[in-house]
C-alpha cells in the first residue's frame, strides 16, 4: 500500500507539465518521505498490537497450511461471483469479482494513459501476489501469517478503480482513431478470455462432479462485453449523451455482479435472536461451553449450536463463551482445550477442530480441567450426557432455533439442556504449593495435579510449598482492563487467576510490580507474601501506549500544517503588497 501511494506520487508530480524535471523530483521525493513517514507510523498504530496477538497464535508455531491452489483458484472467477457452491463459508475468499468491465477499463488505462503506467505495474504485482505468489514466498517474514493471500485484492481495487477512471477520462475528452484498433482488440479479447474461462471453470466443475452454482453473472457479462464493444467501436470519443450511457453501463456491471449476494441479507432482530436456552443463560456469572450438532455422520453436515457460529448470541445476551471465532488465537489455551479432550499432538493453525478459527466439535473428556477453566454452565444435544457426576439439568429447549451464517438463515436444531455445574472452581484463589510446569509433560501433569493444592508454573524453577489451605478469592468491581482482589493470609501462598495469561498484563501487590506466570498451561499467577496484600491486574500494553503518542504527534502536526496553510499565504500577500 506504501509503495502504492509513492507510486502514485510519483506518476501524478513527475509529468506535471508545470514543473521542471529538477522540481518534479524534488516535489516526488518530498511527497515520497511523507507518504513513507505516514505508512510507517500507521502500521505502528495499526499493526503492531496485531503482530503481538499474531506472535501468541498458532500461525507462530508454523504457517498456516499451503494456500497455492486456493489463491490459483482466483484467476478463473476474477471477473464474477463463486461458481463452486461451497457448504462452508469460503464463498468470497478465492475469487476476484472485479467486474469485467471495470477490469477491462484498467486495462486499457496501459495504452491510453503513459502517465498510469507505474500505477499499473503496482497493480499487477498485488495481482500475482494474490494469485499465487504470496504462497511461493510465504516463507518470508510476515507473509508466513496469512492463510488467503486472495485478499490482498482489497488492497488492489483502489488502484483499478484508479486505472478506470483514467480510461474514461481519455474516452469523454480524448480522440484516439490511432488506437482505436489497438484497444478494441484488447477488449474483445481480454473480455471473451475471462468470459470464456469463467464458462470453462463451470463446465469442468460439472464434469468432476462438484456441486455448482449458476450466477446470473455467466449470462449478463457476454451482454455487457458485446454492449460496451458496440460503444467502443461506433461512439468514441463519447458525446455528452453517451457519457451517461457509458457510465451505467459501469454502474450496472458492478450491480448484476452481487445480485443473487444483496438478496441474502437478514435483518439483525432476525438473527441476532435468541432461543430459550440461551436467554435462559442472560446475567449468569460463569463460562458457558454450547456444543455443537451435527446433521449426519459427515462433518460437513453439522447445524451449529444455539449461540450460533462463533457465539455471536454471547456478547448481546451477555455470556462469557468458552469457544467462539477468533482468527488470530491464543495458542496455550487451544492446547489446553485439547487437554481437556484428553488429547496431545502439535497443533497447527487450521489442521485440526482445536486449531481452526472456528471452534467446533470437542469431545468433553478431562472434569477436573473444564471446573479449572470455570465452566459454569453446559448446553449438549439432549442426545448426549454431561462428562462426570454433579451437574444440574436446569432446562431443556426441545426445538431451538438459531442463525447459521455457513449455511444461510435460521436452522431448527435438534433438543438441547442446559446444565449447571456444582463443582466449579472459583475463578481466583489461592493454592499454598507450586511447582515447575513442563510443556513436554503438559498433558500428564495437568490430569495428574490437584489444583486445589499446587499450581504449574512456568519459568518458575523450584517446587515450594507453604502451611495453609485452600482459600476463594472474590473480585472487586472486575473490568476487562483492570482486576482487583483483597488476599489475607497468615501464610505465603500463590494466586491463581482463571484468566488467559498475554503480554500487556501487569500485576502489583501493595503497590509494587510482581511477576506474573503462565500457570497451569494458560493462566496466570503471582506469588504473595503473608498478611493482607492488596492485588491489581491492569492491561497496559506497550503498543497501545506508543500507538496514543504517535497518534497525538500526528494530530499536533497535522494542526501546524493547517495552521501554516491559512498564515503562509496570507504572510506573503502581505509581504508582496
Known amino acids: ?50 503482530y503481538v496477538a499474531s506472535r501468541e497464535s498458532l500461525r507462530a508455531v508454523a504457517p498456516p497450511p499451503s494456500t497455492l491452489t486456493e489463491s490459483l483458484n482466483m484467476w478463473p472467477k476474477i471477473i464474477g461471483p463463486e461458481i463452486q457452491a461451497y457448504p462452508h463459508l469460503w464463498k468470497w475468499e478465492s475469487r476476484g469479482g472485479f467486474a469485467l468491465l471495470w477490469l477491462l477499463s484498467a486495462l486499457l488505462a496501459l495504452v491510453l494513459c503513459k502517465k498510469s503506467r507505474y500505477l499499473a505495474g503496482v497493480t499487477i504485482i498485488l495481482l500475482l501476489l494474490s494469485g499465487g505468489g504470496a504462497a511461493l514466498i510465504s ?19 483502489f488502484p483499478i478503480a484508479l486505472l478506470a477512471a483514467r480510461t474514461m477520462e481519455r474516452l469523454f475528452d480524448s480522440p484516439m482513431e490511432s488506437k482505436r484498433k489497438l484497444c478494441l482488440g484488447l477488449w474483445i479479447g481480454v473480455g471473451l478470455l475471462c468470459v470464456g474461462t469463467y464458462h470453462v471453470t463451470r463446465l469442468t466443475l460439472l464434469y468432476y462432479d462438484f456441486p455448482t452454482e ?75 461451553f454450547d456444543a455443537y ?27 462469557e463463551a468458552v469457544r467462539g471465532w477468533n482468527p488470530l488465537d491464543r495458542r496455550y489455551y487451544r492446547r489446553y482445550l485439547q487437554a481437556i479432550s484428553d488429547m496431545d499432538y502439535p497443533l497447527v493453525a487450521g489442521n485440526c477442530a482445536f486449531s481452526d478459527c472456528v471452534l467446533l466439535g470437542i469431545p468433553l473428556v478431562n472434569r477436573q480441567l473444564m471446573d479449572l477453566l470455570n465452566i459454569r454452565y453446559l448446553m449438549l444435544p439432549a442426545s448426549s450426557s454431561p462428562p462426570g457426576e454433579n451437574w444440574k439439568l436446569i432446562k431443556t429447549d426441545a426445538a431451538p432455533v438459531a442463525y447459521n451464517m455457513a449455511q444461510g438463515g435460521m436452522t431448527k436444531l435438534v433438543p438441547y439442556n442446559f446444565y449447571e455445574n456444582l463443582q466449579v472452581m472459583p475463578r481466583a484463589f489461592v493454592v499454598p504449593s507450586a511447582k515447575p510446569y513442563s510443556v513436554k509433560t503438559h498433558l500428564q501433569d495437568l490430569k495428574s495435579t490437584d489444583f486445589r493444592k499446587t499450581v504449574l508454573l512456568l519459568d518458575y524453577t523450584k517446587r515450594e510449598t507453604f502451611p495453609g489451605e485452600f482459600q476463594k478469592v472474590e473480585m472487586k468491581r472486575p473490568r476487562a482492563e483492570r482486576l482487583e482482589m483483597e488476599v489475607e493470609r497468615e501464610h505465603p501462598g500463590f494466586l491463581f487467576l482463571s484468566e488467559i495469561w498475554y503480554p500487556g498484563w501487569k500485576c502489583r501487590v501493595n503497590g509494587e510490580d510482581v511477576k506474573i506466570y503462565r500457570a497451569n498451561g494458560t493462566f496466570r499467577s503471582v506469588k504473595l507474601p503473608a498478611g493482607k496484600s492488596s492485588v491489581v491486574f491492569t492491561f497496559e500494553p506497550r503498543e497501545v501506549f506508543l500507538g496514543r503518542h504517535i497518534s497525538l504527534i500526528a494530530f499536533c502536526l497535522l494542526s501546524l500544517s493547517l495552521l501554516g496553510l491559512l498564515v503562509v499565504p496570507r504572510a506573503r500577500a502581505h509581504r508582496s503588497s
Open 214 to 288: 449458476f450466477p446470473s453473472y455467466l449470462i449478463t457479462a457476454p451482454i455487457l462485453l458485446l454492449v460496451s464493444s458496440l460503444l467502443l467501436w461506433y461512439r468514441v470519443p463519447f458525446s455528452p449523451r453517451w457519457k451517461g450511457v457509458w457510465i451505467a453501463l459501469l454502474l450496472l456491471d458492478l450491480v448484476v455482479q452481487y445480485d443473487h449476494l444483496l438478496t441474502a441479507t437478514e435483518p439483525e432482530s432476525k438473527v441476532l435472536s435468541s432461543p430459550d436456552c440461551v436467554k435462559a443463560l442472560r446475567g449468569k456469572s460463569g463460562r458457558t
Open 139 to 157: 516463507g518470508l517474514p510476515g507473509f508466513s501469517s496469512f492463510r488467503f493471500h486472495s485478499r490482498i485484492l482489497l488492497v488492489a481495487a
Open 293 to 319: 450438532c451435527w446433521a449426519g455422520p459427515d462433518e460437513d453436515s453439522w447445524l451449529g449450536s444455539p449461540m450460533g457460529i462463533g457465539v455471536p448470541l454471547a456478547p448481546v445476551n451477555e455470556i
Open 1 to 50: 500500500f506504501c509503495i502504492f501511494l509513492v507510486l502514485l506520487t510519483f506518476s501524478e508530480v513527475w509529468h506535471a507539465e508545470h514543473l521542471t524535471r529538477a522540481q518534479a523530483l524534488r516535489r516526488w521525493m518530498l511527497s515520497g518521505g511523507i507518504t513513507m513517514i505516514m505508512a510507517g507510523a500507521l502500521t505502528v498504530v495499526q499493526m503492531w498490537p496485531t
